[in-house]
């Protein structure tokens, strides 16, 4: 079983930053996403790091925005983003798994983190 903590969500301006934390309790070699999912709305894919950090995957809608980083020193992934939009109002969750922009590629979900961007 590997638990996903996340943190750093919080209330923010348009065009303004946060940084987002998942801490994962497991030493297994797991690539890791992040996922958002705002209200009325399905989940969807933000980012993806692979287990050496060689590689990142991001959704269109982030690109150029937010940055996707792990420490495996410190379990932990990250999560930059600026240049935030209202849009980007969700609750975010990070995930462990394979690889992708599915959810069915990954295994593990935390319990996800407030992200509000006022305009």
């Known amino acids: 079983q590997v638990q996903l903590v996340e943190s750093g969500g919080g209330l923010v301006q348009a065009g303004g930053s946060l940084r987002l934390s998942c801490v994962a309790r497991?030493?297994?070699?797991?690539?890791m996403g992040w996922f958002r999912q705002a209200p009325g709305k399905e989940r969807e894919f933000v980012a993806a790091v692979t287990w050496t950090g060689d590689a990142t995957l991001y959704a269109d809608s982030v690109k150029g925005r937010f940055t996707i980083s792990r420490d495996n020193a410190k379990n932990t992934v990250y999560l930059q983003m600026n240049s935030l939009k209202p849009e980007d109002t969700a609750v975010y969750t990070c995930a462990a798994g394979t690889w992708g922009l599915s959810r069915v590629n990954y295994d593990y979900w935390g319990q996800g983190t407030q992200v509000t961007v006022s305009s």
């Open positions: 497991t030493t297994s070699p797991y690539n």
